[in-house]
């Protein structure tokens, strides 16, 4: 259990990543690595580092090792921070929520400091806390978590059940029981495709989510992944972008599934000359194949592609990752 006591342990890292950049977040994570195996990545830009033992073996304290962090990220990446110090993950990350580009926001050590560093602040940002919560406390002049912290437990227990009302008064103590839980395999995964010159024809634009999305599904199947969710991301000639996310109709890693629904997600943005400059797609929500429920199907054609596919991921594996591709993709 993380309480109020003691100095910073944990940095909430946000990488401020140019649109179409997400494909960096892995080597970002790798660079964290190297302080500390305790990384939480948070996909699409941010992560979790417990530094407790990163402090003792630097001889550094967390700010100055968030610091040497920031440096990195921009010498080798061209990326910037912003980062939020605290003594566990929901304090780093309320500080983060106000620390600017480049700069380190941490929270004042000692009880009464984080006690200072929460009265003020609104109910609706304390993480965990959603808006109907919050309105309803603020209903109720609840509208500070120093508020929160003052009233008597059988209120907050009557206002939004006992168990949420327990937890609630904790957090707004700033008692925190979570913990930077290293995962291994990131919770999404990205690919992108910019085009040589600003592009209006939408075969071409079809065409690069094809390969994206072939991309990922032999990623995914690589790793024993299926995603839940697609995020498709269209950034234009005028540096702005249009982002949609549709939820798969069940977890798939199968190319023809994310390719239909990245093919629907485009459809629906009605793009008539438009200038592209580049398309993304980020498949969300990953977890174990083994654990995937797959819809059975008669369709004699899905079955025969799904065996297709199978024998072009191995071909890929022994060959290299371009060993086969669809024929669209190879005129």
Same mark, same amino acid.
Do not use: W
């Given at each position: 259990?993380?309480?109020?006591?003691?100095?910073?342990?944990?940095?909430?890292?946000?990488?401020?990543?140019?649109?179409?950049?997400?494909?960096?977040? %892995?080597?970002?994570?790798?660079?964290?690595?190297?302080?500390?195996?305790?990384?939480?990545?948070?996909?699409?830009?941010?992560?979790?580092?417990?530094?407790?033992?990163?402090?003792?073996?630097?001889?550094?304290?967390?700010?100055?090792?968030?610091?040497?962090?920031?440096?990195? /990220?921009?010498?080798?990446?061209?990326?910037?921070?912003?980062?939020?110090?605290?003594?566990?993950?929901?304090?780093?990350?309320?500080?983060?929520?106000?620390? @600017? $580009?480049?700069?380190?926001?941490?929270?004042?050590?000692?009880?009464?400091?984080?006690?200072?560093?929460?009265?003020?602040?609104?109910?609706?940002?304390?993480?965990?806390?959603?808006? /109907?919560?919050?309105?309803?406390?603020?209903?109720?002049?609840?509208?500070?978590?120093?508020?929160?912290?003052?009233?008597?437990?059988?209120?907050?227990?009557?206002?939004?059940?006992?168990?949420?009302?327990?937890?609630?008064?904790?957090?707004?103590?700033?008692?925190?029981?979570?913990?930077?839980?290293?995962?291994? @395999?990131?919770?999404?995964?990205?690919?992108?495709?910019?085009?040589?010159?600003?592009?209006?024809?939408?075969?071409?634009?079809?065409?690069?989510?094809?390969?994206?999305?072939?991309?990922?599904?032999?990623?995914?199947?690589?790793?024993?992944?299926?995603?839940?969710?697609?995020?498709?991301?269209?950034?234009?000639?005028?540096?702005?972008?249009?982002?949609?996310?549709?939820?798969?109709?069940?977890?798939?890693?199968?190319?023809?599934?994310?390719?239909?629904?990245?093919?629907?997600?485009?459809?629906?943005?009605?793009?008539?000359?438009?200038?592209?400059?580049?398309?993304?797609?980020? @498949?969300?929500?990953?977890? %174990?194949?083994?654990?995937?429920?797959?819809?059975?199907?008669?369709?004699?054609?899905?079955?025969?592609?799904?065996?297709?596919?199978?024998?072009?991921?191995?071909?890929?594996?022994?060959?290299? $990752?371009?060993?086969?591709?669809?024929?669209?993709?190879?005129?």
């Amino acid at each position: 259990m993380n309480t109020c006591h003691g100095g910073a342990s944990t940095l909430y890292v946000r990488f401020l990543l140019p649109p179409m950049y997400e494909a960096a977040l %892995p080597r970002l994570l790798s660079l964290l690595g190297e302080f500390t195996p305790e990384v939480e990545a948070l996909p699409p830009d941010a992560a979790l580092v417990d530094v407790r033992g990163a402090r003792r073996y630097f001889g550094r304290g967390a700010v100055e090792l968030a610091a040497l962090i920031r440096v990195r /990220a921009l010498a080798l990446y061209g990326v910037e921070c912003a980062i939020g110090a605290g003594p566990g993950p929901m304090l780093a990350r309320m500080a983060a929520r106000g620390a @600017a $580009p480049g700069v380190t926001r941490a929270v004042p050590e000692g009880a009464d400091g984080v006690r200072e560093f929460l009265a003020e602040r609104p109910v609706g940002e304390l993480p965990g806390i959603g808006r /109907a919560t919050a309105r309803t406390l603020c209903e109720y002049g609840l509208d500070s978590l120093g508020k929160v912290a003052a009233a008597p437990l059988s209120t907050l227990q009557r206002l939004v059940g006992a168990r949420a009302g327990r937890e609630l008064r904790e957090k707004a103590r700033g008692i925190d029981r979570t913990r930077v839980a290293p995962n291994a @395999a990131a919770r999404s995964l990205s690919a992108e495709r910019p085009f040589p010159r600003d592009e209006l024809d939408p075969f071409r634009h079809r065409r690069a989510l094809l390969s994206i999305a072939e991309e990922l599904g032999a990623g995914m199947r690589g790793d024993g992944q299926v995603c839940r969710a697609l995020t498709l991301t269209v950034r234009y000639a005028d540096r702005t972008t249009t982002t949609r996310t549709r939820t798969l109709p069940e977890p798939t890693a199968h190319s023809v599934a994310l390719t239909t629904a990245a093919y629907r997600m485009y459809e629906a943005l009605g793009l008539q000359r438009a200038r592209v400059r580049a398309v993304a797609l980020r @498949a969300e929500d990953l977890g %174990p194949a083994e654990h995937a429920a797959h819809q059975l199907t008669f369709d004699p054609v899905d079955e025969r592609t799904r065996r297709i596919e199978e024998v072009a991921d191995r071909a890929r594996e022994r060959f290299g $990752p371009g060993a086969i591709v669809p024929g669209t993709l190879a005129a």
